[in-house]
């Protein structure tokens, strides 16, 4: 409980509040840049904050914007395993123009970031929507007749459906390695655990599927809208004998991967762990 927010290395970010004063003092006209030393993300900061241990905070020199030096690095470390990669973010370099440049860059790049966070909002509560219909449909069974209904493992379900496995009901394509030198530049988006990591010339490895994360960042989903290269630290869910492309999105939502995470420096997931995950 309290009102400083604490950041992790998570998606999300915060892990919780504390009472009290921040660990570092931060606003919208004083930015501060963190990094997160096993899983890479890069994010400006504009309100004061509390970090765990492997979250570090950064304040550009003076003569550098905090939100230039935020668009020079972020993405730029992509996460190969999970380990400590701040030895590697160190070795970036940064071209830095004179201070009004930088702000003018910022300012067009924020800018731009400012519609794409009101797209995504958008996109967010047509997901929630649809996940809402979904978990209607295909979990609660809403407007289903009991008389129409019939026991199973996972309880009532829909007279003449099957309860299967996940690895029964869609393709779990494990992911191939990748060098980074092969990732820098291209028309095939190379998907890594937590995401886009990069883009290649290579040949891609899956046509439009769901991204599920199989080492590091476990059970995290992304969408691939086109034909892509799935690195080896995840797994290209693809349409199976019974569910669709966009079925399969839903029914991973629905699952909680936590419980078959494996490993402790070195979180893994492999299909073994949950393809008897059972879905109706």
Known sequence: DGTVPVLDQ??????????????ITASADSPVVTFSNHRCYVRLI????SVIQNVIPMRPRE???????????????PVTEYKGHWPEFLLLSVNVPPIDEQRRIAGVLGALDDKIALNRKMNQTLEETAQAIFKS????????DASELADSELGPIPKGWEVVGLKEAA???????????????????VFGANGIIGRTAKSPTAEPCTV?????????LHRAWSACWVSNNAFAVLPGRLIGRELVWHYLSFVDFNQYIGGSANPYMPLKNFGHHSIP
Not at 46 to 49: A, L, V
Not at 63 to 77: E, L, P
Not at 137 to 144: A, H, K, L, T
């Open 171 to 189: 393709e779990f394509r494990s992911g191939k390695t990748i060098k980074r030198s092969e990732r820098g530049s291209g028309g095939t988006p």
């Open 10 to 23: 998570s998606a999300d970010s915060v892990f919780g509040y504390h009472e009290g004063a921040p660990g």
């Open 63 to 77: 003569g550098i914007d905090a939100r230039f030096f935020y668009y020079s690095v972020v993405g730029r470390t």
């Open 212 to 220: 599920l994360g199989k080492i590091g960042s476990c059970g995290a």
């Open 137 to 144: 449909w295909f979990i609660d069974f809403d407007g289903v």
């Open 46 to 49: 504009r309100y004061p904050f």
